[in-house]
C-alpha cells in the first residue's frame, strides 16, 4: 500500500475513537477487519501507529495544540489527526523508520501542511524551552531527554533540509506562471535560387615608378679623385730627388 493510503488508513481509525468508551485492541481489530488488503509490513504499521497515538494521546495533543496556537492559526483543525500521527512518528519512531522512508511519508502529503509543522517541530530553541517544559509535565525529564529529544535531535540536519525543500516547493508554487512567448513555426517559401555574382578583385594600386639610379652612385666622388692626384704626385716628386 502506498504511503498515503497508510496514513489514511490510521486516521481514520483514530477518528472518533473514545479510549473511555470503546477498547484500543477493539477499535484496532474493527479497522484491520475493514482492511482486509492490508500486507503484513502495512498491517504492521497501522498497529504501531493506532497503538503508539492512543499511548501519547496526551503528549500529542499538547504538541498539535501548541503548533495550532503558534504556527497552525490559520490551518484547518480536522487535520489535527494527521499532525497527531506525524508527531507520534517524529517524536517516539523517527530513528526506527529511516528519515528516507518519512521523507516518502512527507511528500504525500499538502507541501504547505509538511512545511509548517516540521518547521515548528524542528524549532532548536522553542524544542528546548517551552515546548520540552510542557512534555516534562506529562512524562519523567528523563525519560523526555532520553527517549523523545534524541529522535528530534539526531535527526535536525536531515529535517532542516526537507524543511528548505518544501519552502522552495512553495515558493516556486506561489510565483505566478509567465506566459511563454514563441514564435510560431511557418511553413517554407521555397523559391529558385539567385546564382551569386562572384565579386571583382579589388583593382591593385598602381606604383609610381621609379627615378633612374645616378651614374654618380657607381664614380668615387670629386674630392677623394682630386686627392688620390696630389698623393701620386707626391710620389713621383719623392722618386725623383736622389736622382739630382
Not at 516556486?172 to 529558385?192: D, I, V, Y
Not at 652612385?217 to 688620390?228: D, G, Q
Request: proline share 7%.
Amino acid at each position: 500500500m502506498d504511503f498515503t493510503s497508510l496514513i489514511d488508513v490510521c486516521i481514520k481509525g483514530l477518528k472518533g475513537f473514545d479510549a473511555e468508551t470503546q477498547a484500543a485492541d477493539i477499535r484496532l481489530q474493527d479497522i484491520l477487519e475493514s482492511n482486509p488488503h492490508l500486507e503484513d509490513s502495512d498491517e504492521n504499521f497501522v498497529v504501531e501507529v493506532f497503538s503508539g497515538c492512543v499511548r501519547h494521546h496526551a503528549l500529542l495533543v499538547v504538541t498539535v495544540e501548541n503548533f495550532y496556537l503558534d504556527e497552525g492559526k490559520k490551518m484547518l483543525r480536522k487535520d489535527s489527526i494527521l499532525y497527531r500521527i506525524f508527531s507520534y512518528l517524529i517524536l517516539f519512531r523517527l530513528d526506527d523508520l529511516g528519515f528516507q522512508n518519512f521523507e516518502s511519508f512527507v511528500a504525500q502529503q499538502d507541501n504547505l501542511k509538511m512545511y509548517l509543522f516540521l518547521k515548528y517541530l524542528f524549532d532548536l530553541p522553542k524544542l528546548q524551552s517551552w515546548l520540552k517544559t510542557k512534555w516534562c509535565n506529562i512524562y519523567d525529564s528523563k525519560y523526555v531527554e532520553d527517549s523523545i529529544l534524541p529522535n528530534l535531535l539526531n535527526n535536525m540536519e536531515n529535517a532542516e533540509k526537507l524543511i528548505s525543500q518544501l519552502n522552495d516547493k512553495l515558493q516556486n508554487k506561489a510565483q505566478p506562471k509567465k506566459e511563454s512567448t514563441f514564435t510560431r513555426p511557418r511553413p517554407f517559401k521555397l523559391t529558385e535560387v539567385k546564382p551569386r555574382s562572384v565579386p571583382l578583385p579589388e583593382p591593385i594600386p598602381k606604383v609610381k615608378p621609379t627615378n633612374p639610379i645616378p651614374s654618380s652612385t657607381y664614380k668615387s666622388p670629386r674630392e677623394e679623385m682630386e686627392l688620390a692626384k696630389k698623393e701620386k704626385s707626391t710620389d713621383c716628386d719623392s722618386a725623383l730627388i736622389p736622382l739630382l
